[in-house]
Every structure is written in structure tokens, then in C-alpha cells.
């Protein structure tokens, strides 16, 4: 796999996702643009030829724009004839000869997180704000931690590279790493009150009567709702 140095491809994470997948990952060396070029290119293929349609289109969720972009790049990015090599990108993979597949027991370990921690006196790891308690034997060890980190209340622990036990929770602040984005709280039930539209006929009609509101009186009009 080769990316340049920004955040997204430069962190933990992606080396260890490459490292489980047995995939190379190579980074572009720094200012040394000309390797970047069909990257540069390429996204701005994507920002036109996808992006704008699927604003245009709307997106609502994630799995939306994932399901949107995927038919896109298989139905029309994959097939188009690269100017280049004369081949649309899908049959050129092709004609590779068969490719190494990864099963889901060893996609889903690829794309789990992974910390290092010491293990506390009192048998605990600490996590996101959580506590686990941890096999006794391995107090004052340091030990790998492997998680989903849309679920952190189950925890695997590993040592020198082999499994040593679950990390069972003790304390539970989190259930999701902080990283994790968080749906949107559901909007308040409407009270089917148009406060706004009476503080505009109070106001007329301070305008008209040279009297000032009485803002009680339109707090019990609105059933004392306040914005």
C-alpha cells in the first residue's frame, strides 16, 4: 500500500491493520511530490466525478455514502479505460492471476485497536477512563490490549505476543472508544406552540398600542415554554 505521510496513512492503527493483513506499507518520502501525482489526481477524480453527484444526490448516513461509493467505483471508476495502460482498472487487477483472499476471523483482528499497558499492582489495565481486571500472575507485566473500540467491554489480553486471558471490566465509564462518533441525540418532541409566532403578534401589537409587552402573560399563552 502506498500513501503519503498525513495522519490518515502516518498512525498506529493503519500499521498494525497492514501488518495482520500481511500487506507493505510504503510512505512517500517527504518533499518528493512527484510520487504523489496519480494520488493528487486520482482525488481529484473522485472530488468531481463522485463527490459532486453524491451532494447533489444527499447523504444521510455513512453506510449511505459507503453503499453509494462502492457502486460507483465498481460500476463506472473500475471500468472506465485508463488513458495510460489501455485497460480499465478491473480487468488489468484481473488479469493479475488469482488474489490472496482474508477470511472474516482475520479482517475483523486487522481492524481491531491495540494499546500497551502495565499491568497495576491490583491486577487492573486502565482504558478510556475504564478499569479491567486482569489475570493476578500478570501483575507489573506489560501486556497488549486488543478491542473493538465500538464495544469496550470486551477486552483480549495478550503477552509476548501470546493470548493471556480476557480483561474483565471492573469499572465501565465508556462502552465506545472517545473516537468512536456518537449519534446525534433525538430532537425534542414539538409542543405544537408557536412561541415565536406569538412574541411577533405581541410585538405588533405593542406597536400598534404604544404598550409594553407583558412577558408573564405570554408565558402562560405558550403553556410557559421558553427557547
Not at 19 to 31: C, E, F, K, N, T
Request: aromatic fraction near 8%; hydrophobic fraction near 35%.
Amino acid at each position: 500500500m502506498y500513501a503519503d505521510n498525513g495522519a490518515p496513512f502516518s498512525n498506529a492503527w493503519l500499521a498494525r491493520t497492514c501488518a495482520v493483513l500481511g500487506i507493505r506499507l510504503v510512505h512517500s518520502r517527504p518533499y518528493s511530490p512527484e510520487g504523489r501525482g496519480k494520488q493528487e489526481r486520482l482525488n481529484r477524480y473522485i472530488r468531481e466525478a463522485f463527490l459532486a453527484e453524491a451532494t447533489h444526490h444527499g447523504i444521510e448516513s455513512l453506510d449511505q455514502l459507503n453503499d453509494l461509493f462502492t457502486a460507483w467505483a465498481e460500476r463506472v471508476a473500475n471500468r472506465r479505460v485508463h488513458a495510460e495502460t489501455g485497460q480499465a482498472p478491473a480487468d488489468r487487477f484481473g488479469k493479475g492471476g488469482p488474489h490472496r483472499q482474508a477470511g472474516q476471523d482475520l479482517l475483523r483482528e486487522a481492524f481491531r485497536w491495540s494499546v500497551t499497558r502495565k499491568v497495576t499492582r491490583t491486577a487492573t489495565v486502565p482504558l478510556e477512563g475504564n478499569s479491567y481486571a486482569v489475570d493476578p500472575a500478570l501483575t507489573g507485566r506489560r501486556v497488549e490490549l486488543r478491542y473493538d473500540p465500538e464495544d469496550l467491554t470486551r477486552i483480549d489480553v495478550w503477552l509476548d505476543g501470546k493470548p493471556a486471558g480476557q480483561a474483565v471490566p471492573f469499572t465501565v465509564r465508556r462502552h465506545v472508544h472517545r473516537a468512536v462518533p456518537q449519534a446525534a441525540p433525538p430532537p425534542p418532541a414539538a409542543t405544537g406552540i408557536d412561541y415565536l409566532g406569538l412574541v411577533a403578534a405581541a410585538h405588533d401589537e405593542e406597536a400598534g398600542t404604544g404598550a409594553k409587552i407583558d412577558f408573564a402573560r405570554l408565558g402562560m399563552l405558550s403553556g410557559g415554554e421558553r427557547t
